[in-house]
């Protein structure tokens, strides 16, 4: 019997066991906290993403003015429908992954409701994720100008935006990301395995730092250039990229040995 229960005990929380050690190790406990995070960051996100589609419908909508307006904004007389769209995707994904992660929430809280209905609130997680990524690749086709306009602008404002294109898609990458692999875990419980938990967390986490890491560099421009956009602190974004990207490589390094 003691014998057992030191076997139990070691095994707890043991590295590559996936065990459960009362925290991340526990698929309750690290649902429940992951859910809310994505919550939060979603609801503050929703409001944002239907501003824009109302602002893009509008114009949509508003005649002749609408079609100058939507020229200036997207270079195309009926592009704000599309944008319209686009943010229409975005929001609904928001939406979706904040009904999931507050049914996670909820349904794991409640015993024996994990293994049954929580697995329903995974599969709301992983379309949301989906979702919200369709709409930000949209997006982000649709910000970037017609070939023809794109060769001739110099290569500085070239470079300007890429780097806005890739960290946008970097940004959307990591919320997106997260939920389809909060969703995969909930309703499959793949993160029972720590190496696999933490494979695929640093993994989305380095590779979004890498893609943001570039992105936010190539934004910053001497301000007297003529196409200079520089937006405010993307130095520092990009640096707390940089230090987040080799934490993560060295932790997994740690890791493997």
Do not use: H
Request: proline share 3%.
């Amino acid at each position: 019997m003691g014998n057992s229960s030191s076997k139990k005990n070691n095994k707890k929380g043991g590295k590559g066991s996936g065990g459960d050690d009362g925290c991340i190790g526990n698929r309750r406990v690290r649902t429940i906290i992951l859910s809310i995070l994505l919550a939060v960051f979603f609801v503050f996100a929703a409001p944002y993403a239907q501003g824009s589609e109302e602002i893009f419908r509008d114009l949509a909508d508003a005649g002749i003015l609408g079609e100058a307006a939507c020229l200036l904004l997207t270079l195309q007389t009926d592009g704000c429908e599309e944008w319209a769209n686009a943010w229409a995707f975005v929001f609904a994904g928001a939406m979706i992954c904040i009904v999931g992660a507050i049914a996670a929430v909820l349904l794991f809280l409640i015993p024996n409701c994990d293994d049954k209905l929580g697995r329903v609130a995974g599969f709301v997680l992983i379309v949301g994720g989906i979702v919200y990524m369709i709409g930000w690749i949209w997006l982000i086709f649709l910000l970037r100008p017609p070939d023809d306009i794109y060769d001739a602008l110099p290569e500085e404002a070239q470079n300007n935006l890429n780097g806005i294109l890739t960290s946008l898609f970097g940004e959307a990458l990591l919320a997106g990301g997260s939920a389809i692999l909060l969703g995969l875990d909930a309703a499959f419980q793949m993160y029972e395995n720590e190496a696999f938990r933490l494979s695929s967390n640093l993994g989305l986490i380095l590779t979004v730092s890498a893609l943001c890491i570039g992105g936010y560099f190539s934004q910053v421009c001497d301000p007297d250039e003529t196409f200079c956009a520089q937006p405010d602190g993307v130095e520092a974004i990009a640096t707390g990229y940089l230090i987040l990207f080799w934490v993560c490589l060295i932790y997994i390094i740690l890791y493997i040995l």
